[in-house]
């Protein structure tokens, strides 16, 4: 089968730095994508690593290990409109596999 | 990249009837996407419809429960049938961004409830 695991929920404040992790299993790979959705809104993309290391997009970074199967969203510099469901997404040949998802909520 | 237009945005249905979800795509694409995303959950991938060819139903989905339509590269139609309470949800169609776009836009979802 095909699983992404990734923590329910993380808090945080104003400023801060975070981290969401996503591990998976998946029978096809190609690459991961992180995607944010806003309650009510539909899913937006953020990155998307195909090989190992670190991408950066301004205050967002990803990661991934293809060997561990595991990748990363580094969120810094956190701010209020921060607070969404981030979700892991494997792409997979020609569709997206996504993961369990993680709320964010940043306080004040 | 690629703008979707999702319709209806919301929806009351009586148990038993049918509804015909919408997306247009602001351009040609080879594939389009139906998701199901229940409240609180993350996103289930329906079936992929390519045009000119059955969609492609994932483990879970059938075809007579959710008949789809890909008449041309720019529009879809998903169809929920037979609904029953448990399939009040969101739906969500979506697309590959396009040359040189590594991630994929989605519509702004159909906000199904069944009474």
């Known amino acids: 089968g095909q699983s992404l695991e990734q923590p329910s929920e993380v808090t945080a404040v104003e400023g801060a730095i975070v981290q969401i992790n996503c591990t998976y299993q998946?029978?096809?790979?190609?690459?991961l994508s992180w995607y944010q959705q806003h309650d009510g809104g539909a899913p937006t993309f953020l990155s998307y690593?195909?090989?190992?290391g670190l991408e950066e997009t301004g205050r967002f970074s990803s990661f991934l290990s293809r060997s561990d199967s595991y990748g990363y969203l580094l969120l810094q510099e956190l701010q209020m409109k921060d607070s969404a469901s981030y979700f892991c997404?494997?792409?997979?040949?020609?569709?997206?596999?996504f993961g369990t998802g993680t709320r964010l909520q940043v306080f004040p | 990249s690629a703008v979707i237009s999702q319709k209806p945005s919301r929806d009351i249905c009586q148990r038993g009837t049918s509804l015909t979800i919408q997306c247009q795509v602001d351009?040609?694409?080879?594939?389009m996407f139906w998701y199901r995303q229940q409240p609180g959950q993350s996103l289930t991938l329906i079936a992929t419809?390519?045009?000119?060819?059955?969609?492609?139903?994932e483990s879970g989905f059938v075809i007579d429960k959710f008949p789809i339509s890909r008449p041309n590269l720019t529009f879809s139609t998903l169809t929920v049938s037979n609904m029953s309470p448990e399939d009040s949800s969101i739906y969500l169609c979506?697309?590959?961004?396009?040359?040189?776009?590594?991630?994929?836009?989605f519509g702004s979802g159909t906000r199904l409830t069944v009474v």
């Open positions: 998946t029978s096809g790979f190609y690459g």
């Open positions: 351009s040609q694409v080879t594939m």
């Open positions: 997404a494997v792409v997979n040949t020609d569709k997206l596999i």
């Open positions: 979506s697309v590959e961004g396009g040359e040189g776009q590594r991630g994929y836009t």
């Open positions: 690593n195909a090989l190992d």
């Open positions: 419809a390519n045009q000119g060819s059955e969609a492609t139903y």
